[in-house]
Structure formats: C-alpha cells, structure tokens
C-alpha cells in the first residue's frame, strides 16, 4: 500500500461563552470527525473550552510575512481614523 | 518532560547556508535581539531552523518513548486513584508529544519524517527513558525528579525566540506541575509508610538522582553548541546554571521526606548559597546515549513495534476518511 500521511488540521479553541475562538495548534487526522475526536483529547484535557473548530491547514489562505510592510502600509497613513487625531476645545464635554 | 543537551549534535552546514547575505543574517539578529518571535512563515537561517528541528523532534520523541518506563507500572499500581493519576499523566506525555511534532512541523518537516527518524535511531531522546523502573517507587522518583529537571529546563523554553515552540511549552509546562506533585506524593506516601516502603522510596532515589542530573547535559565548557543557542535565544540559561538550580530546590524536598541524596559531596555552600555536590560521571551519560544503557534496545523496539502494529489503522482511518469525502462530494 502507497504511504500516506494523515492531512494536518489547525484547532482553534474556544474558552468561554462570549470569547473568540483562538488558535491553540495542530492536530494530524484522517477526516473531519476523527479530527475533533484528536483535538478534544489533545487540547481540552483540562476542561480549555467548550466549543473547538477544526480546519484542515491547506484550506487556510495566509498573507505572507516577507510582504507585511507592504501589504498593511495603506492603514498607515490614515490616522484621522482614530480619534485621537481631533482635537477637542476646551468646555466641550461627553464627545 | 523532557529536554536533555538537546543543543548537542549540530549537523554539518548545508548547501543554503551559503546562500544567505549577511545583511540577512543581521536583521534576523536584531530581530531576536529585540525579542521578537519568529514565526513559521518569517525568513530564518538554515541552520536556525535546522537547530530547532532538531531540538522540538528529539523533545518530542522523549515524550512519546517517556511514557514507556511509566506505562511499565499502569496494570501494577497499588490502587484505583493511584492507577488513574499514572494513567493521566502518560496520556498527557502522549498530548505532549503531540504538541510538539505540531510544532516542529511548522518547520516544514513532516511527522512522518521525524518519526521515521527516531524508529531508525537517527534522531536521539532523553537518556532518562533508557533506565528500567523496577520498582512502584520509581514512579514517585521519575515524577518528583524527572519531571521536576523537565520544569527547569522547559520554564525558560516558554520565551524560546520561536514562537510555535515558545506556545507549545506553555501549555506543557501547566500540566508539568501535575506531574511532579504526583511523584512527590507518591514519594511522600511510601516515606510515611512502612520501613520497607521507605526503604524501597530511598532505592528509587538512590537510582534516579545521577541520570536525573545528567538531564541538564555536558557541563558548560563541554557544551559546544549552547552559544549559538543561545544568541538565538533558544537557550536562557546554561545547563550547568538550570543543574545548579535544580539541586538548590530538589536536596531540602528530600530533606522533608528523610532520604538522603546518593553524593557523599553534598554540602551547602554559605558563602554562595548554592550546593556544592559531588562529579558526575560523564561516561555513564555518554554511554547511554551512545545506546549502551539498561534500556535502550528495549525502548526503540517497543516503539517500533507498536508503529508497525499501528499500521493497519493508520490505512483504514485513511481510507475511511476518504470514503466519507467521496460520499460528500457525490
């Protein structure tokens, strides 16, 4: 039989109603179902979450690092989108 | 668990090294410098990602071959709470394991080639596994001291300039604490006990506290690698500084259980406030790893075996899983 590696699948974890999902690492599994199976006996031992998602790693589309400056530099220059770029008179108050 | 001189055995540089300007080379520097992590998909030296290849695989691997010398006693354990604490502890050094080939994967070295690696004797472990445990003591020794070297040397592991490792070690080192408290209590329990249980407690100490030591690897001026490793801040502290550390801790908790540790040249040093303690003998460590200890031959053919028993269900989940996509698709 050819050799074949089990896909890789990234496990992401949520903690608590109201918090995100975040990322806790990766797991290798045959299929969908068994990767929830690994990932609950891998990551959740100690009652971490109460809700997983799983995906294989191939399926995630990534920016790349060599272009971070290039590719978040459009965000750099528009600083009147934060609020600290007005200046508020004094006397003007609840704005 | 589970670190031992794992900055050992650098590989010879390859071809790509060659390839990298030194302009590169420096602002990867200054990057660590700065302490900031670097990331699976960030540029990095050859052989930056070749060091920790090899030092995430050969943890790994000493987590997974780890839970044979416990799994030893798991049918054998006094009781039922004894027998589900053990059983907790060598499923979290299977999760350990795992978290780590994860890591290392990141690299861009697969599982397969790391595992085929350590079934060929290629990649190295932890020389601990590769002593017998003979006794039940041996699991309070193994957790207490074992596990407590392990704490040492991984706590500086969480701000390891990687950042899939530095994130791994985190979750390790929570769960590490469980399992040093459990061998200390085991520990603690035969001390309490009988006098032949205590007698059987000071055995597993008598046993354990050498190769234990020798956890930490080759003493500073031995250590050819830690430099390197340490720029790159993949190593905080050296093993001779994370050695001392753990006899500083380790000789008053053998104090409180009334066993006396196997070195006649133990003694504590007021002036500096360290113990000074006795030599270590260097060839019994290099013969182990070497692959002459009690254990060796035993441990990789029960991990070889139990791969290739395993094969069967490796295939079928494969083909499961296939079956299932091709039902989906359809």
Not at chain 2, 169 to 188: L, N, P, T, W, Y
Request: charged share 30%; net charge negative.
């Amino acid at each position: 039989m050819t050799h074949k590696e089990w896909p890789l699948y990234e496990v992401f974890i949520r903690s608590k109603a109201g918090l995100s999902h975040r990322h806790a690492g990766s797991i290798h599994a045959a299929d969908d179902q068994m990767a929830l199976d690994a990932a609950r006996d891998t990551y959740t031992r100690r009652s971490e979450g109460i809700s997983l998602w799983v995906v294989r790693s191939s399926e995630i589309v990534a920016s790349d690092p060599a272009e971070t400056s290039a590719f978040f530099e459009p965000a750099e220059d528009k600083i009147y989108r934060h609020p600290t770029f007005y200046e508020i008179p004094d006397g003007v108050e609840n704005l | 668990m589970y670190t031992q001189g794992l900055d050992q055995k650098e590989q010879s540089s390859d071809k790509r090294d060659a390839l990298e300007s030194a302009a590169d080379l420096e602002a990867f520097q200054k990057r660590i410098d700065a302490e900031q992590k670097i990331e699976a998909k960030d540029w990095m030296p050859a052989a930056y990602r070749r060091t920790l290849v090899r030092q995430i695989s050969q943890h790994a691997h000493s987590e997974i071959i780890g839970m044979q010398p416990e799994g030893n006693w798991l049918t054998r354990a006094p009781t039922l709470k004894r027998k589900a604490i053990l059983l907790a502890k060598v499923q979290d050094e299977a999760g350990h394991g795992l978290y780590l080939y994860g890591a290392g994967e990141t690299l861009g070295t697969s599982r397969d080639e790391m595992i085929a690696d350590l079934l060929s004797g290629k990649a190295k472990y932890s020389s601990i596994f590769n002593y017998p445990t003979l006794t039940w003591a041996d699991m309070g020794a193994i957790g207490w001291l074992v596990d407590g070297a392990a704490i040492m040397n991984q706590i500086p592991l969480c701000r390891c300039s990687y950042g899939p490792y530095a994130r791994a070690m985190v979750r390790i080192c929570k769960e590490e604490s469980f399992h040093q408290r459990q061998g200390f209590d085991i520990m603690r329990e035969l001390c309490r006990g009988t006098d032949e249980q205590k007698a059987m407690a000071q055995d597993a100490l008598n046993r354990w506290w050498w190769p234990s030591i020798m956890m930490f690897g080759p003493s500073d001026k031995d250590s050819k690698h830690s430099a390197q490793s340490m720029a790159w801040k993949i190593k905080r502290f050296s093993n001779d500084e994370l050695r001392q550390k753990f006899i500083d801790v380790t000789v008053p908790q053998a104090d409180f259980l009334g066993l006396r540790v196997p070195d006649d040249d133990l003694a504590f040093d007021d002036e500096t406030g360290h113990y000074r303690f006795g030599a270590i003998d260097w060839s019994e460590l290099n013969d182990v790893i070497a692959g002459n200890g009690p254990c060796n031959k035993q441990r990789i053919a029960k991990r070889r075996k139990a791969h290739d028993d395993g094969a069967w269900v490796r295939e079928a989940a494969i083909a499961y899983g296939e079956k299932h996509a091709t039902k989906a698709a359809a």
